[in-house]
């Protein structure tokens, strides 16, 4: 029988997609499991499968105050939190013919500012953690930039940042940071493209994927090989090749009906 407590984790977006899936691998190990989302109804399902293990800590992460509850119950249940992932997030595509500000503001509060507030709520959490870990999942979006991405595109270069930066700050304190950076991943998000996803992975394999390379603490989790092989060259061209690139994806506008 093995004396090392089980690991305490904290996921966000677990209802769902890529966080559903990585919460299975989380638990399959016997780890304790805090899960956050909008909707109950997963999480808890989750809790009966795995009974002992998970702690359901719902709700809206983009209001703070909801955020800082969170914190508080799983350091009422816990005290402590070895890894973090924030996961949860949301895509909207702008149309730059009709610039509607409002779409970056809903995205950026989903993936950027709602990651903040986790982190304010986690780092006492890891704090007191064993060997910390803070992970954040941004996306592959943000080495190029891509049409009608506007809003997606900046919010996940803003997580990407506060992540790295976050990274150099708490060196000193041994928590380490790992960014994930997506390519296509099958998830009811990306259902909703209208446009070709190419070498896009099965969300259970993109979620055994991340959840075995984490044990080593790399500073990125990229994939599909493939898809960053192709992607990581043309991330370092000049700008005017960005945009040539950029500008072939645009796809052309419906074709404009006869009237009869
Ligand atoms: N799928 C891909 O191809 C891909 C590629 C690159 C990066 N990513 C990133 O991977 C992450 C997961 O995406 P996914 O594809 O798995 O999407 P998904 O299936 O739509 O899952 C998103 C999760 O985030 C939660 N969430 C969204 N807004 C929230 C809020 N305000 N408060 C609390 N929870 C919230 C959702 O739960 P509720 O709706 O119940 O709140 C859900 O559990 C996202 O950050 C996404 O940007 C995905």
Same mark, same amino acid.
């Given at each position: 029988m093995s004396l090392t407590p089980p690991r305490r984790y904290w996921l966000t977006g677990a209802s769902s997609g890529i966080g559903a899936a990585l919460a299975e691998e989380i638990l399959k190990t016997g780890a304790h499991l805090a899960v956050s989302s909008r909707s109950t109804a997963p999480l808890k399902v989750l809790s009966q499968r795995y009974p002992g293990q998970v702690l359901v800590v719902a709700g809206? /992460? =983009?209001?703070s105050q909801t955020v800082r509850e969170i914190g508080e119950q799983i350091a009422e249940q816990?005290? &402590? /939190?070895?890894t973090v992932i924030l996961n949860a997030g949301t895509c909207e595509y702008v149309d730059a013919q009709q610039f509607d500000a409002s779409i970056i503001e809903h995205v950026v509060r989903t993936n950027l500012l709602a990651s903040a507030y986790c982190v304010e709520a986690a780092l006492p959490l890891l704090r007191a953690g064993i060997a910390p870990h803070l992970v954040g999942v941004a996306s &592959?979006? =943000?080495y190029l930039p891509l049409p009608r991405a506007e809003a997606y595109g900046a919010s996940k270069a803003g997580l990407r940042y506060m992540f790295e930066s976050l990274r150099i700050d708490l060196a000193d304190e041994g928590i380490e940071v790992t960014v994930v950076s997506p390519g296509f991943v099958d998830t009811p998000l990306t259902a909703k493209n209208d446009f070709p996803m190419p070498l896009s992975w099965p969300v259970e394999k993109a979620a055994r994927h991340i959840f075995a390379k984490l044990d080593n603490r790399p500073l990125e989790i990229a994939f599909p090989a493939l898809f960053m092989a192709a992607l990581w060259p043309l991330s370092k061209m000049p700008n005017s090749v960005k945009l040539a690139i950029g500008k072939r994806m645009v796809r052309s506008n419906p074709p404009i009906q006869d009237v009869p």
């Amino acid at each position: 029988m093995s004396l090392t407590p089980p690991r305490r984790y904290w996921l966000t977006g677990a209802s769902s997609g890529i966080g559903a899936a990585l919460a299975e691998e989380i638990l399959k190990t016997g780890a304790h499991l805090a899960v956050s989302s909008r909707s109950t109804a997963p999480l808890k399902v989750l809790s009966q499968r795995y009974p002992g293990q998970v702690l359901v800590v719902a709700g809206d /992460l =983009t209001n703070s105050q909801t955020v800082r509850e969170i914190g508080e119950q799983i350091a009422e249940q816990w005290g &402590s /939190l070895d890894t973090v992932i924030l996961n949860a997030g949301t895509c909207e595509y702008v149309d730059a013919q009709q610039f509607d500000a409002s779409i970056i503001e809903h995205v950026v509060r989903t993936n950027l500012l709602a990651s903040a507030y986790c982190v304010e709520a986690a780092l006492p959490l890891l704090r007191a953690g064993i060997a910390p870990h803070l992970v954040g999942v941004a996306s &592959s979006v =943000t080495y190029l930039p891509l049409p009608r991405a506007e809003a997606y595109g900046a919010s996940k270069a803003g997580l990407r940042y506060m992540f790295e930066s976050l990274r150099i700050d708490l060196a000193d304190e041994g928590i380490e940071v790992t960014v994930v950076s997506p390519g296509f991943v099958d998830t009811p998000l990306t259902a909703k493209n209208d446009f070709p996803m190419p070498l896009s992975w099965p969300v259970e394999k993109a979620a055994r994927h991340i959840f075995a390379k984490l044990d080593n603490r790399p500073l990125e989790i990229a994939f599909p090989a493939l898809f960053m092989a192709a992607l990581w060259p043309l991330s370092k061209m000049p700008n005017s090749v960005k945009l040539a690139i950029g500008k072939r994806m645009v796809r052309s506008n419906p074709p404009i009906q006869d009237v009869p």
